[in-house]
């Protein structure tokens, strides 16, 4: 199996995007719980009952780990190309399922999952594979399911200022918002939310985050789509 650069990271990642986030006055572990918060607020019938949730381009599994804590209830799956990442995936998080992307294909069946969830992972992809892999979580997410993708937003000074910092992302290019939306709207109909406006030391603000979503000054931005077809338990808010 062909090696990827994340394997070479994996050891001290965690340290790495934390010294990199410094300067927004948090930390990895942070950004993890709050866009696993974020999912719940976005996509309130998480909670409700019991689904089969994946984590693309899990990396450590820290974000499953947050989200898997906060929906207990559901089947939490993560999946990387990386599988240095996965190994230390599955031996910090035990309890959580992680499988190594391989051969160009989500190793689930079609239909699998209820919600898929990407952070930070498309603007690490090549653009020119950016449809195929597009294509590969819609095989694997149920009719009626949803698809988030979490995006670094370009606009934002502070986000572009991190993002040249960062030796993880030194082959990266971020994605615009209106390409994000372009490359999910012919899948369906898509919904775009900016977020991460205030640094850590205007913390106190962020209760006003969820009334300033349409405003595109956020460090980052999500796109959300959900999959038509037969209607599923999922797509009832």
């Known amino acids: 199996m062909q090696r990827h650069e994340f394997d070479d990271y994996i050891k001290d990642y965690r340290d790495h995007v934390s010294n990199v ?3 927004s006055g948090e930390t990895s572990e942070f950004f993890a719980h709050y866009k696993s918060k974020k999912l719940i607020e976005w996509l309130p019938w998480l909670t409700q009952k019991t689904y089969s949730i994946l984590d693309y381009g899990c990396g450590d599994g820290v974000m499953t780990k947050h989200l898997s804590k906060l929906v207990p209830n559901s089947h939490h799956f993560g999946t990387d190309p990386s599988s240095k990442s996965i190994q230390e995936a599955q031996k910090q998080f035990p309890l959580l399922s992680f499988a190594t992307i391989s051969d160009s294909r989500i190793p689930y069946e079609d239909n699998t999952f209820d919600l898929i969830y990407a952070a930070g992972v498309f603007h690490h992809i090549p653009f020119e594979e950016h449809v195929l892999w597009r294509n590969e979580i819609f095989r694997v997410l149920k009719d009626g399911g949803s698809f988030v993708m979490f995006e670094l937003n370009p606009i934002n000074p502070g986000t572009q200022y991190v993002f040249r910092t960062s030796p993880i992302d ?20 898509c919904d775009l ?14 209760v006003f985050e969820p009334y300033i979503t349409r405003v ?7 796109v959300i ?11 009832k808010a």
């Open 170 to 189: 030194k082959n990266a290019h971020m994605l615009y918002p209106r390409y994000a939306r372009s490359l999910l709207s012919p899948m369906g109909s």
């Open 216 to 222: 595109p000054l956020g460090g980052h931005y999500a």
């Open 21 to 23: 986030l410094a300067v």
């Open 225 to 235: 789509i959900t999959k038509p077809g037969a209607t599923s338990e999922s797509s």
């Open 193 to 206: 939310k900016y977020y991460c406006f205030f640094p850590g030391w205007l913390r106190k603000l962020r």
